[in-house]
């Protein structure tokens, strides 16, 4: 699988960003899915996962309430949108597969989101 994260920018505290991850190969479909933040000097975290089919999702207590992962199969496509954001949601993001699923795909390029107080 490989993956492209697309959606980043720079956005003022308390605006709203939609991520994109472009998935190529059939395994994206079967795979419990994520999407993950380093910010500078930080280790790589995640920040929401939704299984397989899409019918169940959890996300980390600093995003929740405010960020929504979805997917589209068909289209072999993952989501995130991050409405009220907040400088420290400040990072480089990520699309891979869910730690659950206890393998990581070679990771993209991933998507520069900049929060401005």
């Known amino acids: 699988v490989q993956l492209v994260e697309s959606g980043g920018g720079l956005v003022q505290a308390g605006g709203s960003l939609r991520l994109s991850c472009a998935a190529s190969g059939s395994a994206f479909r079967r795979n419990a899915m994520g999407w993950y933040r380093q910010a500078p000097g930080q280790q790589r975290e995640l920040v929401a996962g939704i299984t397989s089919g899409g019918g169940r999702t959890n996300y980390a207590d600093s995003v929740k309430g405010r960020f929504t992962i979805s997917r589209d199969n068909a289209k072999n496509t993952m989501s995130l949108q991050m409405n009220s954001l907040k400088p420290e949601d400040t990072a480089v993001y990520y699309c891979?597969?869910?730690?659950?699923?206890?393998?990581?795909?070679?990771w993209g390029q991933g998507t520069q989101v900049t929060v401005s107080s």
């Open positions: 891979n597969a869910d730690p659950s699923t206890g393998y990581l795909f070679p």
